[in-house]
């Protein structure tokens, strides 16, 4: 049984093409294959809770075509277990995962970046978007255009306000897959974050945060909606169950 595609809206700019695709039946690919395609020295030290955690992620990702919150405590390896999960994902399926994004808080910018080229060698495929107002949609535009750059990684503020550009936002749907790092930036739908994850059309995303529950149930309930809409009842039922 083929899967169904997944469709990205399609840009006005002539030089961003759509990336409707179909990811191959998930029989032939298992999450054990996403673990084994790690360069060894990845492999080898990935403890047990984080190849659960990529094979949860496989299975909510590819098989399910949904989101994943990932909600290990600090200092368990989130960072790692993701870029393992996008490092295969990205080398079994680099026919459908074409681009993916990475929102971060600005200040672990390029610890993401360093840690991928600790574990992975040549960061050549990742791009971290560090511009000025002037040249940052030109430079979406570029990434998206360049077959060698995988993966941008993208600052929160940076990211808001691109998808408050029109083109911008135009340019970002085109991605098959997003990652929000500290994802409980998220937790509160009056936010001008969460108003902007809504836009984002891929239904594949991940959530990275310790405290996926503070202060109170609606805070789950919040970020469940943004990767798995319509799973839970609807808010006003919830907020009395």
């Not at 994943?68 to 989130?78: E, F, P, R, T």
């Not at 060698?121 to 990742?126: T, V």
Request: net charge negative.
């Amino acid at each position: 049984m083929q899967l169904e595609p997944i469709v990205c809206l399609e840009s006005n700019e002539a030089n961003v093409q759509s990336m409707e695709f179909a990811l191959p039946e998930t029989a032939a690919i298992t999450a054990d294959d996403m673990i084994n395609c790690l360069l060894p020295a990845v492999k080898d030290i990935l403890k047990s809770h984080q190849r659960d955690g990529i094979k949860f992620f496989f299975q909510r990702i590819i098989v399910e075509k949904s989101g994943a919150i990932l909600a290990h405590n600090m200092g368990l390896g989130k960072t790692l277990t993701t870029l393992a999960f996008l490092y295969a994902t990205l080398e079994l399926y680099k026919k459908q995962i074409l681009k993916v994004i990475i929102v971060v808080p600005v200040g672990v910018l390029r610890q993401w970046n360093q840690e991928y080229e600790k574990w992975f060698g040549n960061s050549s495929s990742i791009f971290v978007m560090d511009e000025k107002p002037s040249t940052r949609i030109n430079t979406i535009f570029e990434w998206i255009s360049d077959a060698e750059k995988n993966i941008m990684i993208i600052g929160y503020t940076k990211f808001v306000d691109v998808m408050h550009d029109v083109n911008g936002a135009t340019a970002l749907q085109s991605i098959n897959l997003i990652v929000f790092d500290e994802a409980h930036k998220m937790k509160t739908e009056t936010t001008n974050v969460y108003k902007i994850a809504e836009m984002v059309t891929t239904p594949l995303k991940i959530f990275l945060s310790g405290t996926p529950l503070q202060n109170n149930v609606m805070e789950y309930y919040n970020m469940m909606q943004l990767i798995s809409p319509n799973i839970l009842c609807d808010r006003e039922e919830f907020k009395i169950s």
